[in-house]
């Protein structure tokens, strides 16, 4: 069987974390990577041994790819994924894969023209500890579903190259695709508070409070003003609540006569969710996780702007 050549734009922590992934797959060649920042790009190949180049195009042609992880900042993401389809290479985007639904109308023309298949970075779908919550409620061992509550808080990022987004697109889009997937159903309504706490351009705080035909209330919580770093979703039924640690890859099940902590086998998720992108590409067969995903998001996310 014949590896799938792979190659990875942008080499920032996170590309980086994308290449020695790849490194570790079976049926799986890290042929290059590119930045925009060629001595960057530079760096990190010559500790694989692979080529470096400057333009995502340029990489996908020169180095004959068939698949690339997209992995810059969120204002590029749609223009080099664009790059990498017309050159003809099928795309991991990373999250949140666009910043408008216009953008992301004009990536989905661009994949449909290339005839190749883009897959989202919602990397936190591949958390086995989420894949534990998620046979949880399918299972109904929490009974008639009320609220799903995702806080994700941190410390406002120090990037060198400035993001144009706020904590909506970077932190919250993550609760928004977990509690769109557990659903499986699209919010009737959707309440949504930004604020810029600390006077920058995009919001530092959002909230969010959605109502599903089910009945059942959403709320997301995301800041970048919290000196610890916090990841969580709570899920609460009439027979009991459950909540995922996404770090520790944990679930606490609450009775109301006793509590458990669950665990499962630990894997990366990053592991998980590049295995998934290159198997649909060496079987040429369109994912579950797709566009489609990505604008029911980003329809939540980018709500009331």
């Not at 990373?94 to 190749?116: D, F, I, M």
């Not at 919602?122 to 399918?138: A, D, H, S, T």
């Not at 990037?159 to 706020?166: E, P």
């Not at 079987?283 to 939540?300: F, K, M, T, Y």
Request: charged share 25%; hydrophobic share 45%.
């Amino acid at each position: 069987m014949r590896k799938v050549r792979v190659g990875v734009v942008g080499c920032g922590w996170f590309g980086r974390a994308h290449a020695r992934v790849y490194r570790t797959l079976a049926g799986v060649e890290l042929v290059a990577v590119s930045d925009i920042d060629l001595q960057l790009a530079r760096s990190v190949a010559e500790g694989y041994g692979i080529e470096a180049y400057g333009s995502a195009g340029e990489m996908v042609e020169r180095a004959d790819l068939d698949a690339v992880s997209v992995v810059v900042t969120p204002q590029k993401l749609v223009e080099a994924a664009t790059e990498v389809l017309e050159a003809g290479a099928h795309a991991l985007v990373e999250k949140p894969v666009a910043t408008s639904l216009s953008e992301l109308e004009a990536l989905r023309s661009a994949a449909s023209k290339a005839g190749a298949l883009v897959v989202p970075g919602f990397i936190e779908l591949f958390n086995p500890g989420y894949r534990l919550l998620k046979k949880l409620v399918q299972g109904g061992e929490l009974g008639d579903l009320y609220v799903v509550s995702g806080k994700r808080i941190g410390r406002s990022p120090k990037r060198q190259v400035k993001w144009q987004i706020g904590v909506s697109l970077d932190l919250g889009v993550h609760e928004a695709y977990v509690q769109l997937d557990l659903l499986n159903e699209d919010p009737e309504s959707v309440w949504a508070f930004r604020r810029s706490v600390l006077g920058n351009e995009a919001e530092d705080v959002a909230l969010y409070i959605m109502e599903y035909p089910s009945g059942v209330v959403g709320v997301i919580e995301a800041n970048w003003l919290t000196p610890i770093s916090y990841r969580a979703v709570r899920v609460s039924g009439s027979r009991g609540s459950a909540e995922l640690d996404y770090l520790r890859q944990t679930v606490i099940l609450d009775r109301s006569d006793r509590s458990s902590i669950l665990r499962t086998r630990w894997s990366e998720p990053l592991a998980e969710e590049l295995a998934y992108f290159v198997q649909h590409v060496r079987e040429g067969r369109e994912p579950d996780l797709n566009l489609d995903a990505v604008e029911r998001v980003l329809s939540l996310v980018l709500s009331g702007r």
